[in-house]
């Protein structure tokens, strides 16, 4: 897994300003109020910050804006960047602040002046979310990325009060990494068997990882889970994790991931263009591990299992066919209409399995389901169903909080309708109109009465084309930072 690059914080010194090298960073307000730290640069380097903020140009600056003046004089720095920051911005805004600075750090060491600035662990954070690079498979080049990352400094009057109040912020930008890192990984190398080893290996941070595998999904009957993957050499898996930091007789919160490492569509073959993107149908899995991470790595006080299926899509003469009929674990038998709707196949038998083991108090379930999601809401929303008002609400709000784009969708007995099988109870798609709708449709057949629910198509913002706030173009993280909010505000016990 990628590391963060480090970030440490500490006192305000005059010389280590003036001897900083790579990029030195300041804060500013949108009416040119100098905070502390910027007035000491501003005295190395003889008023030239103070010239900055007294020209035309600056009235026109906005908060979030940055302004750098290079190889300033009396600094060893070759770059002096002015933060334009509203004193009173929200968290939110703090880390897109951030998030600008990482842009511009590169490689590079940074040291932030962020004088008394109360946003410093979000200005933190920010830093932390951007300052992301995938590079395991360049070698030596022109476009080859520096190994060394460069380390971050964070100047504060109260560093080791900052210090404790960004490092939970900074085990949500680890998950967030580990979620981009996997999505980003190329299918030759995230097999179902890689995928697994690497949860694994997060019983380092105090997590509880078991892999079924193939034999004992048999045994447990998750048939449409295993009809998706039976086509494949790369054997199919489930990983289950748990974090039990609450009450030990709370019920958890499950949250349940697609983990398509690869989805040639099956014998419902896919275009070839653009087939190579689906490296990154595993998303809700990555984000699904990525949180689980979280929450591990802040010692969340709450109660929370993560269960992920692992398969892979591939046409072969032992693959699934259309038309024909698989017997779910929960019983309900589905008509295979499109080997190319495999997701949900996946999930609906490992939330079956969640609520059968777990009893959970909710349940979430994150996929990169359907294209119609991106048709209806593009790359800045993803996809929100639910049967629990309250519950969908909580995640929504903390979505916003966290700054991750969510959006409401309807259920309803007209789109169910539409997947009706005349040959079994269910049949797997219903066609083009409603496509996701009509997906989460189907895996509300696999809810419980009882169970609180969220379905996250997560289709359009798992990975994107362009640059985000937060994120290169690629894998996004998107999601860990909600989730782990969700539980922080919702399921954890005070201590």
């Given at each position: 897994m990628s590391s963060l690059t480090p970030i440490r914080f500490q006192a305000t010194d005059l010389d280590a300003i003036a001897q900083a090298t790579g990029r030195v960073a300041i804060l500013v307000t949108p009416d040119g109020k100098m905070d502390p730290g910027a007035r000491r640069a501003n005295r190395l380097t003889k008023g030239a910050v103070a010239r900055l903020l007294e020209s035309e140009g600056f009235d026109k600056a906005k908060s979030g804006q940055v302004i750098s003046l290079a190889w300033p004089a009396g600094m060893a720095a070759e770059a002096l960047d002015v933060l334009v920051l509203a004193r009173q911005s929200n968290p939110v805004a703090a880390r897109k602040a951030g998030a600008e600075l990482a842009?511009?750090?590169?490689?590079?060491?940074?040291?932030?002046?962020?004088?008394?600035?109360?946003?410093a662990d979000n200005l933190a954070l920010g830093l932390a979310l951007r300052d992301y690079r995938f590079d395991a498979y360049k070698t030596a080049g022109e476009e080859a990325e520096a190994d060394d990352p460069g380390e971050i400094v964070i100047c504060h009057a109260r560093p080791d009060e900052m210090a404790a109040a960004a490092e939970p912020l900074l085990a949500v930008a680890e998950g967030a990494h580990m979620t981009r890192d996997l999505v980003?990984?190329?299918?030759?190398?995230?097999?179902?068997?890689?995928?697994?080893?690497?949860?694994?290996?997060?019983?380092?941070?105090?997590?509880?990882?078991?892999?079924?595998?193939?034999?004992?999904?048999?045994?447990?009957?998750?048939?449409?889970?295993?009809?998706?993957?039976?086509?494949?050499?790369?054997?199919?898996?489930?990983?289950?994790?748990?974090w039990m930091g609450g009450n030990p007789d709370d019920?958890?919160?499950?949250?349940?991931?697609?983990?398509?490492?690869?989805?040639t569509g099956g014998i419902s073959l896919k275009p070839s263009a653009g087939m190579e993107d689906m490296t990154m149908d595993m998303g809700g899995a990555g984000v699904v591990a990525g949180t689980m991470r979280a929450l591990a790595s802040r010692?969340?006080?709450?109660?929370?299992?993560?269960?992920?299926?692992?398969?892979?899509?591939m046409p072969s003469g032992n693959a699934t066919r259309p038309g024909d009929v698989i017997r779910s674990m929960k019983g309900t038998t589905v008509e295979v209409i499109n080997t190319d709707a495999e997701g949900r196949l996946v999930l609906c038998d490992v939330m079956w399995y969640a609520q059968e083991r777990f009893k959970p108090a909710g349940m979430i379930d994150l996929a990169t389901l359907?294209?119609?999601?991106?048709?209806?809401?593009?790359?800045?929303?993803a996809?929100?169903?639910?049967?629990?008002?309250?519950?969908?609400?909580?995640?929504?709000?903390?979505?916003?909080?966290?700054?991750?784009?969510?959006?409401?969708?309807?259920?309803?007995?007209?789109?169910?309708?539409?997947?009706?099988?005349?040959?079994?109870?269910?049949?797997?798609?219903?066609?083009?109109?409603?496509?996701?709708?009509?997906?989460?449709?189907?895996?509300?057949?696999?809810?419980?009465?009882?169970?609180?629910?969220?379905?996250?198509?997560?289709a359009g913002v798992a990975s994107v084309k362009?640059?985000?706030?937060?994120?290169?173009?690629?894998?996004?993280?998107?999601?860990?930072?909600a989730l782990n909010r969700l539980v922080r505000d919702r399921f954890e016990i005070e201590e």
């Open positions: 842009k511009l750090k590169g490689t590079k060491a940074l040291m932030l002046l962020a004088g008394n600035a109360r946003q980003n990984e190329p299918a030759n190398i995230l097999t179902t068997t890689e995928f697994a080893d690497r949860l694994v290996e997060m019983r380092d941070l105090g997590l509880t990882v078991e892999v079924l595998d193939e034999d004992t999904l048999a045994e447990l009957g998750m048939r449409t889970l295993l009809s998706v993957g039976q086509g494949s050499v790369s054997p199919s898996k489930v990983v289950v994790m748990q019920a958890p919160l499950a949250l349940v991931g697609k983990g398509v490492v690869f989805d010692k969340a006080k709450a109660n929370v299992v993560g269960l992920v299926g692992l398969v892979e899509n359907t294209g119609a999601i991106i048709v209806g809401l593009g790359h800045d929303n996809g929100v169903f639910s049967n629990d008002d309250s519950l969908c609400n909580a995640f929504l709000k903390a979505a916003k909080a966290e700054g991750e784009g969510a959006w409401r969708m309807p259920l309803g007995k007209g789109y169910d309708d539409l997947i009706k099988s005349r040959i079994a109870d269910i049949k797997n798609t219903g066609g083009r109109p409603a496509g996701s709708i009509t997906a989460a449709q189907f895996l509300a057949r696999f809810v419980k009465d009882e169970t609180p629910w969220i379905h996250l198509d997560i362009s640059d985000t706030d937060f994120a290169p173009k690629g894998a996004t993280g998107w999601g860990v930072a």
